[in-house]
T-cell receptor, first 113, second 113 residues
């Protein structure tokens, strides 16, 4: 069964600190992996998208990594800011007809001052 | 500003009533989607449309219907609302192709009493 598991479920860090969010998947055949940020009361917004051949992709203070062999991805946030407080959702796309996006349940990050 | 507009932003509805959530995009995206987001369950696909005139069922389609008369509009209808349909509903769109990023609307919060 295609699944996406994220950890931790929630995380609290101090402003200025770094953190890493994890995403493990069992989706096959794999097409790409996306990380979204969802602020409270808003729709998700794309941070990064990586295909099979990409190991790392950055978007400002956000860096995503992908290990297609172990089927793991991580999202690293550097020098966290209060505005980073949000839910981060890992989404994996499978190669098949129609739409085949498998969503993780998200990690809720709280950055405190 | 290009994007997705959802209406209403929130609605309280009596069980058994009919309700249509509206979704309009101005990006000329071919594919459109409806998701519901519930605490602890993440985003789940209700219905999708790969192009105008076609629709398909997602993971949780029961109790919902959609139509895609043109490229821009993708309304979601609850024929007879039940309390279990209390949720936040997100409309999304993407260009054709598996690597295209989803653009989400701001969501519609529906409460069925």
């Amino acid at each position: 069964k295609n699944q996406v598991e994220q950890s931790p479920q929630s995380l609290i860090i101090l402003e200025g600190k770094n953190c890493t969010l994890q995403c493990n998947y069992t989706v096959s055949p794999f097409s790409n992996l996306r990380w979204y940020k969802q602020d409270t009361g808003r729709g998700p917004v794309s941070l990064t998208i990586m295909t099979f051949s990409e190991n790392t992709k950055s978007n400002g203070r956000y860096t995503a990594t992908l290990d297609a062999d172990t089927k793991q991805s991580s999202l690293h946030i550097t020098a966290s800011q209060l505005s980073d407080s949000a839910s981060y959702i890992c989404v994996v796309s499978a190669c098949q007809a129609g739409t085949a996006l498998i969503f993780g349940k998200g990690t809720t990050l709280s950055v405190s001052s | 500003i290009a994007g997705i507009t959802q209406a209403p932003t929130s609605q309280i509805l009596a069980a058994g009533r009919r309700m249509t959530l509206r979704c309009t995009q101005d990006m000329r995206h071919n594919a459109m989607y409806w998701y519901r987001q519930d605490l602890g369950l993440g985003l789940r696909l209700i219905h999708y449309s790969n192009t105008a005139g076609t629709t398909g069922k997602g993971e949780v389609p029961d109790g919902y219907s959609v139509s895609r008369a043109n490229t821009d509009d993708f309304p979601l209808t609850l024929a007879s609302a039940v309390p279990s349909q209390t949720s936040v509903y997100f409309c999304a769109s993407s260009g054709q192709g598996g690597a295209n990023v989803l653009t989400f609307g701001a969501g519609s919060r529906l409460t069925v009493l």
